[in-house]
């Protein structure tokens, strides 16, 4: 499903919709097509990134390309037409589309926006820009119909695997939003980002427009730094494949200003909130893997394991799961806004990937429920599909606690910082042959460190430490699979 307007009966334009869980930008990273190329219902037109994958984007009518509104690189706000279609070519008589040199409209977030909503249409994840037939300046004292909690629902049931459910039409309630005591003004998706990081909204000043809650206000509250001004919102206009992007990088003799933008925009918002919403306590370890690389050893050679990759990452992700098993308070959320603390009684176990687009944490879902060559499997596909820059929003999101191999780089340990919303990571560090007391004796043993970071509100020192031994004993005997699980 797509997000579309009609010009005229020969001209429709295809707006930029809302590919992933409430994202509220996209980049245009290639145009498939051109000016004059003849596009049929479905063909792909052009790849975006969002701030958690690069997603191909069909067409959802027969035509012509009239023009593209866009020129790659640049960042294109949710429900911004990005490209317009003659469905009608050779007809003469149809009126043409707006010039397209005039300044794009920028969505204005007004409490009849989140207020009246015609519908939301389902798009490729999540759910598109709600369309409406008529366009109105925003009233003061304006209906706002509670759809917060219907958005929220239908992203839960996709996640979940189920069908999302249409929202239902409520009537119109007066407005209590922005006045004082009342609800504050925000959109679903602002209110999302600010119960992730565990901002009450009552304590954010807005800086929108009517007293709006914006992204950028929830991110101040959330990091002791002053908010970057917004870029400016580009002009459309019509472009061709060898127009200059505007978000290049910009070189002199002496530095080097890359554009931050994409994942690596979402990764410094969240790893900025993270760090300064939730209390980190790191714990180390240094064990024996010796017997773990010798496990590893015999398992290439298991036909039970023919046709996925066995690694230690596979092991140590088994003995993280075990330890979750033994202690289950560990896998928990925070709930600012209820005041609550969260259980969860699965996990999806998140794994940090480097690929060329950026750290991303996708997660394995119910990775509790998989037998040993199921994660394994489990585990070279997401990997596969990371290094692909396949991985999709609904991957990333969910995840309840990660493993993070910084060991691949040659590096001991480290401190991480947890993944926004969960309450544990565990950092791996490189497997060095190492002189080590063995049965009495100093002899060569395989050797590697631990590290868990977790969410001192949730997990205190003696749950963290619980863990963190029990994954070192399964590593050090890893015959504790079999009696421990």
């Not at 040993?372 to 991957?395: C, M």
């Not at 749950?463 to 005997?477: C, F, N, P, T, Y």
């Amino acid at each position: 499903m797509t997000t579309m307007t009609e010009t005229s009966a020969r001209f429709r334009e295809f707006k930029m919709p809302d590919v992933g869980e409430g994202l509220t930008e996209a980049e245009i990273l290639k145009w498939f097509v051109q000016p004059g190329d003849t596009v049929t219902d479905g063909q792909v037109v052009c790849e975006v990134e969002t701030a958690k994958a690069a997603v191909e984007l069909p067409i959802p009518f027969d035509g012509v390309v009239h023009e593209l509104r866009f020129p790659e690189g640049t960042t294109v706000d949710v429900g911004q037409v990005i490209i317009a279609i003659d469905v009608a070519p050779g007809s003469g008589d149809a009126p043409a589309p707006a010039p397209a040199a005039a300044p794009v409209q920028e969505p204005v977030e007004t409490p009849e926006a989140e207020a009246e909503p015609k519908g939301r249409t389902p798009v490729l994840v999540g759910y598109g820009v709600a369309e409406s037939s008529t366009k109105r300046r925003p009233r003061k004292g304006a209906a706002a119909a509670p759809e917060a909690a219907a958005v929220a629902a239908a992203v839960q049931a996709e996640l979940n695997g189920h069908a999302a459910p249409a929202p239902a039409a409520a009537p119109a309630v007066p407005a209590q939003a922005g006045v004082p005591g009342g609800r504050p003004l925000a959109k679903p998706p602002v209110r999302k980002l600010a119960k992730d990081l565990g901002i009450d909204l009552a304590t954010v000043t807005p800086t929108g427009k009517d007293g709006i809650i914006t992204r950028e206000d929830v991110h101040a509250a959330a990091a002791p730094i002053a908010a970057e001004a917004p870029a400016a919102v580009p002009v459309a206009e019509p472009v061709v494949a060898a127009a200059a992007e505007p978000h290049a990088a910009v070189s002199s003799a002496r530095e080097t200003r890359i554009p931050v933008k994409g994942v690596r925009k979402a990764i410094a918002q969240a790893m900025v909130g993270s760090a300064f919403t939730a209390p980190h306590v790191t714990e180390f370890v240094t064990v024996d893997v010796t017997r773990t690389m010798k496990l590893v050893a015999e398992l290439k050679e298991d036909k039970d394991m023919a046709g996925v990759r066995v690694n230690p990452l596979l092991i140590i992700a088994k003995a993280l799961l075990v330890a979750i098993k033994r202690n289950p308070e560990v896998n928990a959320a925070w709930d600012e806004a209820n005041q609550e603390i969260v259980q969860k009684h699965y996990v999806n176990l998140g794994i940090a990937a480097a690929t060329p687009r950026g750290l991303i944490v996708p997660n394995i879902k119910d990775a509790h429920d998989q037998t040993l060559p199921q994660l394994a499997a489990s585990l070279g596909e997401l990997v596969t599909t990371a290094r692909d820059g396949k991985t999709s929003p609904a991957a990333m999101a969910g995840g309840t606690v990660t493993i993070t191999n910084v060991g691949v780089f040659g590096v001991d340990t480290g401190t991480p910082i947890l993944n926004p919303g969960e309450s544990a990571i565990l950092a791996v560090g490189a497997i060095k042959l190492q002189p080590w007391v063995h049965k009495g004796k100093v002899k060569p043993r395989q050797v590697t460190t631990l590290a868990l970071s977790f969410d001192h509100r949730l997990v205190d020192g003696e749950l963290g430490s619980k863990v963190l031994a029990d994954v070192a004993a399964i590593l050090e005997q890893p015959k504790r699979l079999i009696t421990w699980a």
